[in-house]
């Protein structure tokens, strides 16, 4: 389980496409919106895609001014469930299909 949390800044006058774009992109959560542009995110892990992958995706989204990484928990989950059938662990967290 991998969480960041992230504040944007976002221009105000391109807010509204901005939040929908950040909507649409799978491990992405809006938490907060302020009317001067500012959001409160959380982004996570997807199966395919490390949160660190969609932090950067997010800079490329028109309009974004900053986005800050203020929050971040990495918790190995094979560590909490253990399996012991299961083959051992890669030393990439890089996702596998």
Known sequence: MNICGCLL?????????????????????????????????????????????????????PGVISLTLTYHHFEDTADSHPHPDAPSQTTSRRPTL
């Open 9 to 61: 800044h976002i221009a105000p006058a391109q807010a509204l496409a901005a939040s929908e774009a950040m909507k649409n992109t799978v491990g992405v959560e809006i938490h907060a919106e302020a009317e001067d542009g500012r959001f409160v995110i959380v982004v996570e892990d997807t199966p395919t895609r490390l949160a660190s992958e969609i932090i950067m995706d997010l800079h490329q989204i």
